[in-house]
C-alpha cells in the first residue's frame, strides 16, 4: 500500500518504514519529523525502533494513515464523506473521524481546516435539488437521512475540537433545514439537539455557533 506520489520523492529516498498493521510503508524522515511532533519524538528517541528507523502504529489503520501521509506529503485530498442519498452515512462520519483522531495522535496540526472544507462542501450539496419546488435556496434536504442526523453532530464536534469552524452561513443553512420539518421527537432539528446534548465532550465554540444559528433563525420567522 502506497500513498500519492509528490514531488518529495524527486528529492531523496525514504529512509524510514511505517508499520502499520500487516503493510510496511516507506515514509521520509525530514517529512514526518517536521510535521508532528510524534514523529520527532519518536525518530530522535534511543529505542530500537528509532536505531532501526522501524516506526510501529498499531492503534492505526492502513488505510487511515495512507490519509495522513497523503496530507504530510500535500498530496491532493478526496473527501471521507460521501455524496448524494449517502451524505453522512455511519461508514463515510466515522471515516473522516478516524482521519481525524489519527492527526491528533500523531500531534499534526493543522488537518482539520482541510476537512472542515469537505464538510462544508458536503452540507452545501445535500439536498440541494434545483427541480424540487419546495426548495427556496437553503436547500430541501430532501435527501438527507434523519437517522444521519447524529452523525452530523458527531463530525462537527470532532472538527470543531480539531480547532476549525464553518461559516456562519454554512451553520446557518444547516439549522434552517434541520428545522424544516421541525414536528415531533422525530424531526431532524430535535434528533439534532436530542445528539448535541449527549455529547460527551461538546466543544463551546460549536454550541455557541449552532445557538447563534437557531436564533437568527428565530428572529427571522
Not at 478526496?78 to 478516524?98: C, I, K, Q, Y
Not at 430532501?142 to 454554512?170: A, D, M, P, Q, W
Request: hydrophobic fraction near 40%.
Amino acid at each position: 500500500m502506497s500513498f500519492k506520489e509528490t514531488p518529495f520523492y524527486n528529492y531523496a529516498g525514504p529512509d524510514i518504514t511505517l508499520i502499520v498493521g500487516d503493510e510496511q510503508i516507506p515514509a521520509h524522515e525530514y517529512v514526518l519529523s517536521a510535521q508532528s511532533d510524534f514523529f520527532k519524538a519518536a525518530l530522535r528517541s534511543e529505542t530500537k525502533e528509532a536505531y532501526q528507523r522501524r516506526i510501529k502504529l498499531p492503534e492505526i489503520r492502513p488505510t487511515v494513515m495512507v490519509e495522513v501521509l497523503n496530507w504530510l506529503y500535500r498530496a491532493p485530498l478526496t473527501s471521507p464523506l460521501d455524496a448524494g442519498d449517502t451524505a453522512f452515512s455511519d461508514t463515510s462520519v466515522n471515516r473522516m473521524r478516524e482521519i481525524l483522531q489519527a492527526h491528533d495522535f500523531l500531534q499534526i496540526k493543522g488537518a482539520g481546516k482541510d476537512y472542515c472544507k469537505f464538510l462544508e462542501e458536503s452540507l452545501q450539496k445535500l439536498g440541494a435539488d434545483p427541480l424540487d419546488p419546495k426548495n427556496d435556496g437553503l436547500g430541501a434536504f430532501t435527501s438527507f437521512h434523519r437517522n444521519y442526523t447524529s452523525n452530523i453532530v458527531t463530525i462537527l464536534n470532532t472538527l470543531y475540537k480539531s480547532g476549525c469552524s464553518i461559516t456562519k452561513e454554512s451553520m446557518a443553512k444547516l439549522v434552517a433545514a434541520l428545522a424544516r420539518d421541525n414536528k415531533g421527537p422525530e424531526s431532524r432539528l430535535s434528533r439534532f439537539m436530542e445528539a448535541a446534548k449527549k455529547l460527551p465532550e461538546p466543544d463551546g465554540v460549536y454550541f455557541r455557533d449552532i445557538s447563534l444559528a437557531l436564533a437568527g433563525l428565530q428572529a427571522s420567522k
